[in-house]
């Protein structure tokens, strides 16, 4: 027994941590907590978000706070486009919802290609002046997007294309993301050039090349930028508030506008502007939770590549 007792406390003391292992696991607490609380923080706007949208009338203003509500009130989610109909037949969600998809899908699909297609001509190809116009474009970033609202507006109404989706998606084939062209430029700096010269020697041009090598190859890049590009364009609001008069096309981003503005000012109904503006979040959360995998590999990728 005395031998049992005395090897346990030997294989206590050997597994025991030692002073570096307890800094470690310190450190580790002290930093997965922050994070979980700065998740708590970001979380809540969220949470609440969700639960006031599916709150009764009669439970908005008690004063208490109540994350789950009782007794819940689902039903909010289609009455409030029941209550939007009646304001405006044309808004109907269908309608609103195809808009959204029409603009947001065709923006994100431009974004990609033009931007890879700039990319691959500033990492591929060697020209004179290529690094000085890269820099040039790259530093557009620092240009506030207020600044060429008025130019832009004015140049759509001389083509009188106000009123249509020409603003929202048009500019989306001339590479308007320099971020974008930046990330994915990194990439194809990444791809060997053997790959590209294997392809050449088997019978390849250089469309062929990049269509059917490079962007292959560049994958998670592509998905980092769509899950972005899908986003911003989601969630536009000044360009379509800008741009479209006719509530018929107006797409999900502005029909919340609207709806708030055509609501009771005198008992704001937040249920209602919450189950909205849940159902908008919903589809972002949904394909960044899907591709979240691809999307950190991106945009990592892309930030240390030099």
Do not use: H
């Not at 009646?86 to 290609?113: C, D, H, K, V, Y």
């Not at 591929?124 to 620092?142: A, N, P, Q, Y």
């Amino acid at each position: 027994m005395a031998e049992l007792v005395q090897k346990r406390r030997k294989d206590w003391l050997i597994e025991s941590p030692g002073p570096s292992q307890v800094r470690f696991y310190v450190r580790q607490t002290i930093i997965y907590g922050l994070l979980i609380g700065c998740a708590i923080i970001v979380l809540i706007p969220v949470i609440w978000m969700i639960s006031t949208s599916l709150k009764t009338r009669d439970q908005l203003f008690t004063g208490k706070v109540e994350f789950v509500p009782d007794p819940a009130a689902p039903e909010n989610y289609a009455d409030v486009w029941e209550k939007l109909n009646s304001i405006s037949p044309q808004m109907t969600f269908a309608r609103i919802l195809g808009n959204t998809l029409f603009i947001t899908l065709l923006a994100m699909f431009g974004e990609i290609f033009s931007a890879s297609l700039v990319a691959y001509g500033f990492s591929r190809f060697r020209w004179r002046g290529r690094d000085t116009l890269f820099l040039i474009m790259l530093s557009t970033v620092m240009l506030p997007g207020i600044v060429t609202r008025v130019p832009a507006f004015l140049m759509w109404r001389d083509l009188k294309l106000i009123n249509t989706y020409d603003p929202l998606t048009w500019p989306s084939l001339f590479a308007w993301g320099p971020l974008y062209v930046f990330l994915m430029r990194q990439f194809f700096l990444s791809v060997p050039t053997e790959i590209e010269e294997a392809a050449i020697i088997d019978g390849a041009n250089t469309a062929q090349v990049y269509w059917y090598v490079m962007l292959p190859l560049i994958r998670p890049v592509l998905l980092a930028i769509a899950v972005l590009s899908f986003q911003a364009n989601w969630n536009n609001f000044q360009s379509p508030l800008l741009y479209l008069t006719a509530s018929e096309r107006f797409p999900l981003a502005l029909a919340v506008r609207f709806f708030d503005q055509s609501l009771s000012k005198e008992a704001p109904q937040w249920n209602y502007m919450m189950a909205m503006s849940t159902m908008m979040a919903a589809p972002v959360l949904a394909i960044y939770f899907l591709a979240q995998r691809q999307f950190i590999e991106g945009i990592n990728f892309g930030a240390v590549k030099g």
